[in-house]
């Protein structure tokens, strides 16, 4: 087999990631009893802010400019990195995971940058709020990337979710289950989700991610929206990789149950929404932090 | 058997986490109800031997006190004091989750020390009673709740049982249940001492017992 696989899993991923936006707010709207807006509805929010101008403040440098540029192109940049369940990423070389949470680091970095830079207090609130979670999370996310490699022998991502069958899933059940555990809190908290953050407020006291991007108008917002939804591509396709143990070799069945992984998945971050109110914020490290020791505790049972 | 062996393990590492990290003493009770079932079941599934009276009598007396005995006298003795639901942790619960962390680490540690001399018992349990040996002290000095003693004494009494099941082969009956029975009268003791002490401080603070009462 070769070592790579082909460009086209990160073209379907920056064509079918919107999607999932609209499922998870599907998914909240029919829970809550409401119709809701149609699953494309996300497209044609970015199609929107695409289509305006864009506003600056008189104070902004070009690092405001900077921002949702970078953080757009560092996830484009992950995706070649990651794996769909058992279809291979156009890019594998080992310390790959190293590379991809570098890669989520350095897209934040940017946003931070471009938040400070607009010398609101308020927009430094958030930047301080994400960077504080932000620094719990990326132990937690290396912490259960570097489980699976422990169980599975290899320290590139590619053969890492190759690795993982049903069994595997057999022989080290525990350790997969903590690490599934800590992948989907990460996924909540990357994506600023609920019960860590909740996308769809305004209020000052609460925002964290959306506190940032305030000042972002037209293109730069729709490259934020575009962004976010990358975002829960990625964070969600190594969850989903990890629960879906389905390694059949044939690319198009790997994939369709890589896809149908995903709808879920979008499907239960729209119940937990739904389901659970927002910690306090003092409580979110607490949460993060407890999401990490499942972790730690699956490499150090794997350590045996 | 593995596979069971070590779900026990993991998901007993977790009821040391989830002490470590809740703030309610109502909570913490039934995680170590929960707890206490979990490592109850170690003597069934340990020997070679199948089901023999022992074993179930073991695990039985085990599971009666420790999943619904000890749980029920320590909600009594909560519903009691009602004036304080809270563990009042003297290090902040996140903190307490890093000593967990390093704790565990100590106790995979010790047990790759303690292998040689201990083939027959499973490594993973063996590792867990360790880890639950040191978490029950942990959780004794670092809470001033007088309950949260009670329960730090507990976690630590399961990890004794744990060691014990899975290293002495030959103990005889009578004296393992001799433990358990220890530890009841134990538990019933404190559960005195702590009635009587939130009477006499209104409080189940034990940093207040240092105070002088005539």
Not at chain 1, 136 to 141: D, I, N, T
Request: with cysteine.
């Amino acid at each position: 087999m070769p070592a790579s696989g082909s460009l086209a899993l990160p073209v379907c991923a920056l064509i079918l990631a919107p999607m999932l936006l609209g499922i998870v707010n599907r998914t909240k709207a029919v829970i809550a009893g409401r119709r809701g807006p149609p699953l494309l509805q996300p497209y044609w929010d970015i199609a929107k802010s695409l289509r305006r101008g864009a506003v600056y403040g008189e104070v902004t440098t070009w690092l405001f400019r900077l921002g949702p540029v970078v953080g757009l192109a560092t996830l484009a940049a992950a995706l070649l990195v990651t794996p769909f369940g058992g279809v291979r990423a156009p890019v594998s070389f080992s310390g790959d995971p190293i590379v991809l949470v570098g890669l989520l680091a350095l897209g934040r970095f940017a946003t931070v940058l471009a938040a400070l830079d607009t010398g609101s207090s308020f927009e430094g609130m958030g930047a301080s709020r994400e960077v504080h979670f932000a620094a719990l999370a990326e132990p937690a996310l290396l912490l259960a990337l570097a489980t699976l490699a422990r169980v599975t022998g290899s320290f590139a991502l590619t053969p890492v979710y190759q690795a993982i069958t049903i069994g595997a899933w057999a022989d080290a059940l525990p350790t997969f289950a903590l690490v599934a555990m800590t992948l989907l809190v990460i996924t909540l908290v990357e994506n600023t989700r609920i019960p860590v953050d909740d996308p769809a407020t305004h209020l000052e006291l609460t925002m964290i991610h959306e506190v940032m991007v305030l000042d972002h108008s037209g293109p730069d917002l729709g490259l934020i929206q575009y962004a976010a939804a990358l975002k829960v591509w990625i964070v969600g396709a190594l969850l989903v990789g990890l629960v879906t143990p389905i390694r059949s070799g044939s690319v198009w069945l790997d994939g369709a149950a890589m896809l149908v992984g995903m709808v879920l998945l979008a499907g239960v971050i729209g119940m937990i929404e739904s389901a659970m109110a927002r910690y306090r914020l003092a409580q979110v490290p607490q949460f993060i932090v407890a999401a990490a020791t499942l972790s730690a505790v699956a490499f150090i049972i794997r350590l045996i | 058997m593995y596979a069971l062996i070590e779900t026990i393990h993991a998901a007993g590492l977790l009821t040391c986490f989830a002490l470590l990290s809740t703030s309610r003493i109502g909570a913490c009770i039934r995680w170590l109800s929960f707890q206490g079932i979990l490592f109850g079941m170690v003597p069934l599934i340990i020997p070679d031997d199948g089901l023999t009276t022992r074993t179930l009598l073991m695990a039985g007396g085990s599971l009666v006190l420790k999943g619904i005995a000890f749980p029920w006298i320590l909600l009594k003795l909560r519903a009691r004091a009602n004036y304080n639901r809270e563990v009042q942790p003297f290090v902040s619960f996140v903190m307490s989750i890093l000593c967990g962390i390093l704790i565990l680490s100590l106790s995979v540690w010790l047990t790759l020390q303690m292998k040689p001399a201990l083939i027959h018992a499973p490594f993973v349990l063996l590792n867990s009673s360790i880890f639950l040996i040191f978490v029950g002290l942990f959780l004794m000095i670092s809470r001033r709740n007088a309950l949260m003693q009670v329960i730090g004494y507990l976690v630590l009494e399961n990890g004794i049982f744990v060691f014990g099941v899975i290293t002495v082969v030959g103990t005889p009956l009578l004296v393992e249940l001799g433990v358990l029975l220890d530890a009841f009268v134990g538990v019933f003791v404190m559960g005195i001492a702590i009635y009587h002490i939130t009477r006499e401080f209104g409080s189940m603070d034990v940093d207040r017992l240092t105070e002088l009462r005539g």
